[in-house]
């Protein structure tokens, strides 16, 4: 559903001629292909946090996560820290229906690894790694790379307004439903409500009125407390 939406939104941008130099998304839109197909389609540069790697080891910042493998791409392989080669190469479809790469290695390989534990919990498999194809594989790891330097956190946080200015919208105007039947009718009262959003925050802006401060969960705020 966000990549359709993502698209459809592209799409009325482009047909009015008002598609940004940069655009700037959520983590909820940003993707491998988008990524790579917007600059080249559209030349329109996607910012915006791609998920971190979620093998156990990774989360865990211990043992042999999957930067810690050597990615053969022409041989069609990969190499463990302790130098042994994979079996299994096979290309296919993620649960999301996107392109990846299962790799696995073989169990004779496994069983006795000096540093299994580091690497795998299965007793019956050797360790398996799923990955993008070659040019989204290596661009996500660019993207989370650079995500967690300033220069990048000071770019993307010309974003963070624009949640508050949704939020303000949805919970002011009710914006998330259409009172009226129609495209006509629905785009122009999208219309009175992005002019009464403007009015409302110019007169706070110049009446003085502090912005909102950032919500605390109750979790988080137990936290606090601790």
Excluded at 28 to 49: F, M, N
Excluded at 162 to 189: D, M, P
Aim: with cysteine; glycine share 8%; proline share 4%.
């Amino acid at each position: 559903m966000t990549r359709w939406s993502s698209t459809i939104s592209t799409n009325c941008l482009a047909g009015k001629g008002l598609l940004p130099s940069e655009h700037l998304l959520d983590a909820g839109y940003t993707s491998a292909e988008l990524l790579l197909t917007a600059p080249v389609k559209r030349g329109v540069r996607i910012t915006g946090p791609v998920r971190p790697n979620s093998t156990r080891q990774t989360i865990a910042s211990e043992g042999f996560g999957k930067t810690s493998f050597a990615i053969n791409w022409a041989s069609r392989h990969a190499t463990c820290p302790s130098g042994f080669t994979s079996r299994y190469w096979t290309e296919g479809l993620d649960h999301n229906d996107r392109p990846a790469i299962r790799i696995r290695f073989a169990t004779e390989t496994c069983a006795p690894c000096a540093v299994r534990d580091k690497c795998t919990r299965s007793t019956r498999y050797g360790r398996q790694l799923t990955i993008r194809p070659k040019e989204q594989d290596g661009l996500l790891e660019q993207v989370r790379a650079e995500q967690s330097t300033e220069d990048w956190k000071a770019r993307y946080a010309a974003r963070a307004g624009v949640e508050g200015t949704i939020h303000q919208a949805v919970a002011v105007t009710g914006s998330r439903r259409t009172r009226y039947i129609g495209l006509a009718k629905t785009h122009l009262a999208h219309v009175f409500t992005a002019a009464a959003i403007n009015l409302i925050r110019l007169d706070a802006w110049w009446s003085g009125h502090p912005l909102a401060r950032t919500r605390t969960s109750h979790l988080a705020a137990l936290d606090l407390a601790a």
